[in-house]
């Protein structure tokens, strides 16, 4: 099995700043990037960013220049710094990573693993 915990959720006003957590655990067997999703009540899932083992990372345009993603593979855990947050941040922030766990080491294809979610709330 394999688990993705976030943390570091809340709310906050506009303006301010937070640090997401997440750390990846379980029977991993290969991840090949982590990142962070959003969904805002009634829209669809959205990408935040990605980052690579190698540290190549990818960003939301709505998020560039305010937003930071991290990743420390030693522990498996991706980190989002988010400043500068506006009202049209909310939503419910999900972990991801692409890769293999152990049951799935000898499939062809990669899989996405989800965390349960963390929300976050800007007040306007």
């Known amino acids: 099995q394999v688990q993705l915990v976030e943390s570091g959720g809340g709310l906050v006003q506009a303006g301010g700043s937070l640090r997401l957590s997440c750390a990846a655990s379980?029977?991993?067997?290969?991840?090949?990037?982590m990142g962070w999703y959003r969904q805002a009540p009634g829209k669809q899932r959205e990408l935040v960013a990605t980052?690579?083992?190698?540290?190549?990372?990818n960003y939301a345009d709505s998020v560039k220049g305010r937003f930071s993603i991290s990743r420390d593979n030693a522990k498996n855990t991706v980190y989002l710094q988010m400043n500068s947050l506006e009202h049209e941040d909310t939503a419910v922030y999900h972990c991801?990573?692409?890769?293999?766990?152990?049951?799935?080491?000898?499939?062809?294809?990669?899989?996405?693993?989800w965390g349960q979610g963390t929300q976050v709330t800007v007040s306007s």
């Open positions: 379980g029977s991993i067997y290969r991840i090949n990037y």
């Open positions: 991801n990573f692409n890769g293999k766990s152990a049951t799935t080491i000898w499939e062809a294809r990669d899989y996405d693993y």
């Open positions: 980052i690579t083992n190698g540290g190549v990372t």
